[in-house]
């Protein structure tokens, strides 16, 4: 059913060059509520491994770029994981040991070849001088 406004005169907040209270928004009032899946703290129990050392010693090796990628996947398994983010955390996980995993090998085969190269340089320059024209 439709009400005229009231007269200014008969409504004690209005007129007088005021306008109404503005709503209040912030401050101390109600708090935000976070969905159920981004709570601010982590869900209860174990938190995924995050392979960061594999990463970071796979930075070092003949695979750089996979050990990059993989240490950007294992910070993000912490942050996932403080956001109640359970899947997002584990596949992260699963990404940095899969690129950690990669870039470990090669780093320790690239080790093995660099000791293998230089073991044949020393073998060739120890019989480098038995193996010329003899009796000169």
Do not use: K
Not at 40 to 56: D, M, V
Not at 90 to 112: D, K
Request: aromatic share 8%; hydrophobic share 40%; glycine share 14%.
């Amino acid at each position: 059913m439709y009400q005229p406004p009231e007269h200014p005169q008969h409504n004690p907040n209005a007129g007088h060059g005021h306008p109404p209270p503005p709503p209040q928004v912030g401050g101390y009032g109600p708090q935000q509520q976070w969905p159920p899946h981004q709570q601010p703290y982590g869900p209860t129990g174990a938190q995924p491994p995050a392979y960061l050392a594999y990463n970071i010693i796979g930075i070092f090796g003949c695979m750089s770029i996979l050990g990059i990628i993989g240490l950007i996947f294992s910070l993000q398994v912490n942050s996932r994981w403080s956001y109640g983010d359970l899947a997002g955390a584990e596949q992260a996980s699963r990404t940095a040991r899969i690129l950690g995993i990669i870039s470990l090998i090669g780093t320790i085969l690239m080790g093995l070849f660099v000791l293998l190269y230089i073991i044949a340089i020393v073998i060739a320059i120890a019989t480098a001088g038995t193996t010329g024209p003899s009796g000169i």
